[in-house]
Every structure is written in structure tokens, then in C-alpha cells.
């Protein structure tokens, strides 16, 4: 899929950076960034709902019911 994708004058700055730093893409560099964000954001959803089910598992028994 294609997209465009805008970017403050910052923000293309930092990610031309970054990418040269590591020797690949803008795009390549983009999408490293995209991808762990929602790895990160995965996890962290994960990690609430396992806590709300081991600190609430009580009342979630409970309301099961």
C-alpha cells in the first residue's frame, strides 16, 4: 500500500539522520519505526490486560458468574 507520509522539517531532519546513521533508507528507517512502535504498543496492551486479569481475577470469577 502506498501512503504519504508528512513531516515537519524536524522530523525529516531526524530520520535522514537516523537512517544515514545506519546505513539504510528513509523508508526502510520509517518503517523499523513503525514496526516497533506497534510492537511496543502491542505489548504494553498485553501486559494491562494480563495485569487487570491477575490483580482482578476475583471479581472477574465473580461476575462470571
Known sequence: ????LRLTPEQAAALRK?????GI???????????AY????????????EKIRTEDAELLRRLAK
Do not use: F, H, P, V
Not at 500500500?1 to 504519504?4: K, L, R, V
Open 25 to 35: 533508507s528513509m523508508q526502510e528507517a520509517a518503517l523499523k519505526a513503525i514496526d
Open 18 to 22: 537516523a537512517a544515514a546513521e545506519d
Open 1 to 4: 500500500m502506498a501512503m504519504n
Open 38 to 49: 506497534t510492537s511496543r504498543r502491542r505489548k504494553m496492551i498485553l501486559g494491562a490486560i
